[in-house]
């Protein structure tokens, strides 16, 4: 059977990763067909070139996602999905099983160096590159993890550091030592097996416990069963793991219903530094926090989580201004 264009394009233009002959970092750069031409980006109109099962070779900063943090030797990158072509703005959350996030998380796990594009000058609501585009030469994946972004919804982000000249890139793992899955099945385990040890760590039905599983914030609690049996969600006030890095100790979980636990991982539910329930989105008091004496909630990692949101007004106002 004969091969679609597509296919052929596709298959005469090949993952190919380092940077191109002739092609030096600093290096400008009009438009996408000129980054094409060179070979420096192959996927012209998209942000990510790579596959997940071959890796990712480059990728272009065009300030698409607003936590992405650009440095010239270390980006905070957000990888695809979850984001409306034509208001821009996020309206699901981001997987990891994307496929470019998917090859990111490959590159990570192989020491692949992924060609970074820098896009000058962006403005409008397509996020377009007035300026052309910088080559800013290789980078590696140094880490990532899932949180919840500026717009709430979660997303994956990248830990992209500069490749130094003679730097030998080593491999980092992304599961657990001794593993023989597959890369992207390690993935997915090493985030099933965290997310369980979060629900079932000891700090976590202690709180319950002390609850009785009824919501924190809202009184209800979920009964499940004849017996009387009820469910809640264990609720970090700052979040485990990267870039967070809360403790996983008492005085850093909440005990809410879903719906609570939702509001609150999105930002759409804060608390005071008088455990006062606060609208996210409104900054209005929508009710007080129930705690008894043995749950001494912290403060400092309340404030952190309330800092996470600090410049909503201002985000929401730039998703505004760009539609």
Known sequence: MAKTKAAKAKSANPVNFGTPPGVS????????????????????GS????????????IVLS?????????????IYTGEGGRDRETRRMVADQ?????????????????????????????????????????????????????TGKEGFRVCQFRMLKIAPGETVQPQPVSLAGD?????????????SSARRQRD???????????????QMCGLRLVVSPDGDA????????????????????????????????????GARQLSDGFEVIDGLTQKMVGVL???????????????HRARWADRPAVLAELDAQS
């Not at 980054?35 to 420096?40: D, F, K, M, S, W």
């Not at 300030?63 to 980006?75: A, F, Q, R, T, V």
């Not at 796990?109 to 820098?118: C, D, F, H, M, T």
């Not at 597959?182 to 993935?187: R, S, V």
């Open 290 to 304: 129930n705690r008894v004496r043995e749950h001494q909630i912290a403060r400092e990692c309340v404030q952190s």
């Open 95 to 147: 997987t990891l099983d994307a496929p470019g996030n998917a090859g990111l998380l490959l590159n990570q796990a192989l020491g692949k160096p992924v060609r970074v594009i820098r896009g000058l000058n962006i403005s409008g609501k397509r996020r377009q590159a007035t300026g052309g585009y910088e080559y800013c030469g290789l980078f590696r994946v140094a880490g990532h993890w899932i949180t």
């Open 47 to 58: 942000g990510i070139s790579g596959t997940a099962h071959q890796g990712v070779d480059s």
């Open 180 to 192: 023989t899955d597959t890369d992207a099945e390690a993935a997915v385990r090493r985030i099933v």
């Open 63 to 75: 300030g698409g996602y607003l936590d992405d943090e650009y440095g010239e030797h270390e980006i």
């Open 201 to 215: 760590s000891k700090v976590v039905r202690q709180v319950k416990e002390m609850y009785n599983d009824t919501c």
């Open 231 to 266: 469910i809640s969600e264990a609720a970090h006030i700052q979040a485990l793991g990267e870039p967070h890095n809360g403790p996983d100790k008492i005085g850093n979980v909440l005990c809410l219903c879903p719906n609570c636990h939702a509001l609150f991982d999105r």
């Open 25 to 44: 970092e600093g290096q400008h750069f009009k438009s996408h067909a000129e980054l094409h031409a060179a070979g420096v980006h192959r996927q012209s």
